[in-house]
């Protein structure tokens, strides 16, 4: 904060200040541009949830604060109220259970590939890397692990993937 512990700084003033620098955070945070089309596109055909290593309250409020919440409602598991962070198949199934749905039914995006991807996949779910760097050139991908680079790919390939489990039924 720049300040040296010498200089005193009261409970108020760091109070002061930290209420600051949350207020600058919150007010800095920003959907990626995609977001907010691709769930639209989504919401009418999909079921959409959250599973977030965040605490519940922290990733609600993000979400409010972005205008992403809507679109998820009440479906949102966090390790805090869960009690197992992701990578746990415990989390993801919890998710699987929010929206009603088998894990075979679900698909999982994040953009983390082992806690996101590879916990997704190991639950039994579709798991989907959101791979914004294009690291994917660096790291070896499982085969089961479908690699997206933005989220304006998901309609047609949840759409397709859609289709085909309805047939396979």
């Given at each position: ?66 205008g ?33 749905l ?32 294009n ?17 304006n ?17």
């Open positions: 904060m720049g300040a040296s512990t010498k200089a005193g700084l009261s409970d108020q003033e760091a109070s002061a200040w930290f209420a600051g620098y949350q207020a600058h955070r919150h007010a800095s945070q920003a959907p990626f541009p995609d977001a907010e089309p691709t769930l639209k596109k989504l919401a009418p055909d999909f079921r959409l949830g959250v599973v977030s290593n965040s605490s519940a309250d922290h990733q609600r409020h993000k979400l409010d604060t972005i992403l919440l809507s679109y998820f409602g009440d479906r949102l598991i966090c390790s805090d109220q869960h009690g197992a962070p992701k990578p746990a198949a415990s989390i993801f199934l919890a998710g699987c259970t929010t929206l009603g088998q894990p075979h039914e679900v698909a999982y995006i994040g953009d983390k590939y082992d806690t996101d991807a590879i916990g997704a996949h190991q639950a039994g779910l579709h798991g989907f890397w959101l791979d914004r760097a690291d994917n050139a660096t790291t070896t991908v499982n085969a089961d692990i479908r690699v997206i680079h933005s989220l790919e998901l309609q047609d390939i949840l759409t397709a993937r859609n289709s085909e489990l309805r047939l396979e039924c």
